[in-house]
């Protein structure tokens, strides 16, 4: 069984600045062979992609994070960052740590990001 737990989500002012940490943990599972992701989800939105690193590293943005945020990984840690700068009231949403390798996929339950004055 693999789970993802989020943490570092919480109410900051516009402007302001939260890093997300996901941490990966399962019998068997090799971190270091997948690719991770960040998304969100707004009230009464889709989900969708925030940023990505694959299992070589390299990353990729929405273009509305592009610049602000920075993800990156800790293979040794089990664990995915999201680092959140120049937060915006549209950037409030739950955030979700996402594990992809082939056709296997995991989420895990969801941080509450709030940017509000």
């Known amino acids: 069984q693999v789970q993802l737990v989020e943490s570092g989500g919480g109410l900051v002012q516009p402007g302001g600045s939260l890093k997300l940490s996901c941490v990966v943990s399962?019998?068997?599972?090799?971190?270091?062979?997948?690719?991770m992701g960040w998304y969100h989800q707004a009230p009464g939105k889709q989900r969708e992609l925030v940023a990505s690193?694959?299992?070589?590293?390299?990353?990729n943005y929405a273009d509305s994070v592009e610049g602000r945020f920075t993800i990156s990984r800790h293979n040794a840690k089990n664990t995915v960052y999201l680092q959140m700068n120049s937060l915006k009231p549209e950037d409030t949403a739950v955030y979700y740590c996402?594990?992809?390798?082939?056709?296997?996929?995991?989420w895990g339950q969801g941080t509450q990001v709030t940017v509000s004055s």
């Open positions: 996402n594990a992809k390798r082939g056709f296997w996929n995991g």
């Open positions: 399962g019998n068997s599972f090799r971190f270091f062979d997948f690719d």
């Open positions: 690193i694959t299992a070589s590293g390299s990353t």
